[in-house]
């Protein structure tokens, strides 16, 4: 069993744009970080963010509203960010609070800066495989981790646990594309599925993201499969200061020694996440710079 690291592939996609972005110059690339309230885990997200944009190069505007804005306040310092032309991605930390409709505020960023990829815009070219759109950094960064720990999926059976807009959706329409490393077959499994682990237990290439700990076990793997754990989950757990530990989607202790590759958690997907949120904000730049010059 291999143990694919996360945080090893991140950081080398952090020093390749901290290496693009020495190499600029003038105005260097910007995001737009909006947090809505003092949720911590959001805090704690959004730190990661900042450091990785620090380390990076990247100028990052940090805009943290009370959790009591209205959804109209929102939108105007979005549409704000919209016409600020030094500002090339924008990214606002979800979840937010019940009284803001989630996909409204997606889809108020404007497409050109939305480093999340979550727009209808960006969902569409994805779908049409048009390059020139954002994907959602967590799926990317699936594809880039399986992509640089030698996974090839071609004609292989990718078989994806969950089916939202954030990961299990795209992460399926990033395997199935028409390109090399992806091409494969494409199975996406959700809550009403039956026989699931007849159909996991298929997968040549497993991801599991559906928030439940430890939810996938031995006898849902086929020997051999390369498992990617997109969850994180906290589970009490009285050893340790915190009184809980975070754990993924997969039961690790069983599932892993049976199987070719798998992502732990922590330092699987979670790293992969922040360097593709940098990595999109480098191309927001790139071609934020191309249609001024044009
Ligand atoms: P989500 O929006 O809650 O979606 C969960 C999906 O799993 C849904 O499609 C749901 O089916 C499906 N599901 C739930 N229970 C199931 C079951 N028993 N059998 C089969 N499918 C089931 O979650 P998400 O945002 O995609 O996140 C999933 C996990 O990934 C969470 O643990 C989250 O914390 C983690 N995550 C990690 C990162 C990272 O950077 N590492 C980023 C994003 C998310 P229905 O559609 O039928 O409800």
Known sequence: MELIDGNKIAAT???ELKAEVATSTGRKPCIALVRVGDDPASVSYVTKKE???AEIGITSRLIFPAVTISQDELFATIDQLNTDDTVDGILVQSPLPKHINEIAV???IAAHKDVDGFHTMNL???AQEDDTGFV??????IMELLQRSGVNLTGKHVVVLGRSLIVGKPAGLLALQRKPWANATVTICHSQTTNLAAITKQADILIAAIGKAEFVTADMVKPGAVVIDVGVNRVPDDTKKSGFRLT???HFPTVSPSVSKITPVPGGVGPMTVAMLMKNTVKAYRQNLASTTA
């Not at 959602?136 to 960064?141: I, L, N, R, S």
């Open 124 to 126: 569409g070219k994805l």
């Open 13 to 15: 996609i952090i020093a």
């Open 51 to 53: 450091k990785a944009c």
């Open 248 to 250: 993924g989607d997969v």
């Open 106 to 108: 997606f889809r108020r």
């Open 136 to 141: 959602a950094c967590t799926p990317a960064g």
